[in-house]
């Protein structure tokens, strides 16, 4: 099994990583572990949780080390990642990591806190003030709790010491992430001080990323996988599957490691390829996520199994995503599509549509309804878009077809359940009181009858008929 090729007790911390969960351990770390192996010095991370302690709790008595398991129909390779050698719970103590983030070798900042970490309004990409985190932030900015909240009051903390600030790489599946994080990042610092927030705007690099790799949620049957292969328990391995892609912004004010020799794509506009990405992955995943579920389908590779839904997701990228895109240079968009279902099907990688339907008020936006936009400003049919949109209506209702609870998590799960409560499971009723959420469809959708037309009528087929029966017509059709 391979190490780390480097010696992991002299690694120096360059790095500060918010949110040092699954994925972050089987991207971010994993192309910084593979730098320092290669000679780079001073790459290290110190990974932050913002929430939760488990990762700290799993991880610190094994040292920062873990398994990460790559998984496909041919069998397992595990190997050992090092970059991870300090870890931080941001909750039980605020100031060591406003400590670690203000000490001068520490040259960027990389987040991973999902879409709602970063406590903004999905819709119009601008923050939210009134989020509980943000007033907190407001109220006692020297122990933040958001990540904002974090990366203004460090970046302030070096303003006020003389040091430079560092880069802050978001990777997560925003729209033009390093633009949108900049935004509500300067946004709170402004609200703390004006002059802060010129600061943040002015002198601070967000570059934009598009990250992929599937990395379902380990499990314990994973945990027991791990520890027969290796003959010793790790606490939290992570599985993932063995492609991976990073496409970064070159724009590194304070340094960078030299991430291009260990498979990253540095290019001077990522927007290409993250509309590739969020549409046409992440798009069909959460497509299949609430359809799939709703039909009874546990993985993503057993909906993908089912010879409908992968119709479904071929027409979806080929009908009404493909004509949305611009393809980046030198991208191949017929084999990519194929690469991805076959990402899909791969039979080891037990990813649960329950959990790619998480936050889906948070993911629908860049996902899906911003292709519909593009679609109407085109004229264009928006069919397959409107039936994933309606399953996703569905879902949050909180009731699977057999009348059983969902169990909906989602920062506006109350929200949207006591809508779809009032209205009932009509579509004539349900569609319009989901289709007002602005948070999720802004203003301007839900008075496009073109919109709330195709998504009412694919609800309808939907109460009506069941996911199954209504994927089985629209594909058909
Ligand atoms: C998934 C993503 O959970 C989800 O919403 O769609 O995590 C997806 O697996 C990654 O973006 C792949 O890069």
């Known amino acids: 099994m391979a190490r780390p090729g480097y010696d ?276 069909a995943h959460s497509t299949l996520a609430y359809l799939g579920f709703l039909a009874g389908h546990e993985h993503i590779a057993d909906a993908m199994a089912d010879p409908p839904f992968a119709r479904l997701v071929e027409r979806l990228q080929d009908e009404e995503i493909t004509p949305t895109l611009t393809v980046p240079p030198g991208a191949d968009i017929e084999g990519y599509k194929r690469a991805l279902r076959e990402r899909f099907r791969n039979p080891a990688l037990r990813h649960r549509t329950w959990q790619i339907a998480m936050d889906g008020s948070q993911k629908l936006p860049q996902r899906l309804i911003a292709t519909a936009r593009d679609r109407l400003a085109a004229d264009a049919s928006i069919d397959f878009l409107a039936l994933a949109i309606a399953g996703w209506m569905r879902y949050v209702a909180g009731r699977d077809e057999q009348g059983g609870a969902i169990d909906v998590r989602d920062p506006l799960a109350a929200k949207l359940r006591a809508r779809a409560d009032e209205a009932g499971l009509a579509a004539d009723r349900l569609a319009p009181a989901l289709l007002a959420v602005r948070e999720v469809f802004g203003a301007d959708l839900p008075a496009d009858p073109r919109f709330s037309g195709a998504v009412t009528a694919a609800l309808d087929d939907l109460l009506r008929g069941g996911a199954a029966g209504a994927v089985g017509r629209l594909v058909t059709r």
């Open 8 to 283: 992991v007790a002299a690694a120096e911390v360059g790095v500060v990583h918010l949110g040092v969960g699954a994925f972050h351990r089987a991207h971010q770390a994993v192309y910084l572990d593979e730098v320092m192996a290669r000679g780079a010095k001073g790459w290290a991370i110190a990974g932050a949780s913002l929430r939760a302690p488990d990762t700290f709790d799993a991880l610190a008595p094994q040292d920062g080390l873990y398994t990460l398991a790559v998984r496909s129909g041919a069998g397992d390779a595990l190997r050992v990642v090092g970059s991870l050698r300090r870890l931080l719970v941001a909750p039980r103590d605020p100031e060591a990591l406003l400590t670690t983030m203000c000490d001068p070798k520490v040259r960027i900042v990389t987040l991973t806190v999902t879409e709602k970490g970063y406590c903004h309004d999905p819709a119009s990409g601008t923050l939210d003030a009134a989020h509980p985190d943000i007033r907190a932030d407001l109220a006692s900015p020297l122990r933040p709790r958001s990540a904002p909240g974090f990366l203004v009051e460090a970046l302030a903390r070096r303003r006020a010491a003389g040091t430079r600030p560092f880069t802050v790489l978001c990777c997560d599946n925003l729209p033009a992430n390093g633009e949108t994080v900049a935004r509500v990042t300067a946004r709170l610092a402004a609200l703390r001080d004006p002059d802060l927030g010129r600061f943040v705007a002015g002198e601070v690099a967000f570059p934009s990323t598009m990250v992929d790799r599937i990395v379902p949620a380990t499990t314990d049957a994973d945990r027991a996988l791990v520890a027969g292969a290796l003959g010793v328990a790790d606490a939290w391995p992570v599985m993932a599957e063995p492609f991976s892609q990073w496409v970064i912004e070159d724009r590194f004010p304070a340094g960078r490691p030299p991430l291009e020799e260990v498979g990253a794509q540095m290019v001077a506009d990522v927007a290409p390829y993250e509309h590739m990405k969020l549409r046409l992955l992440n798009g």
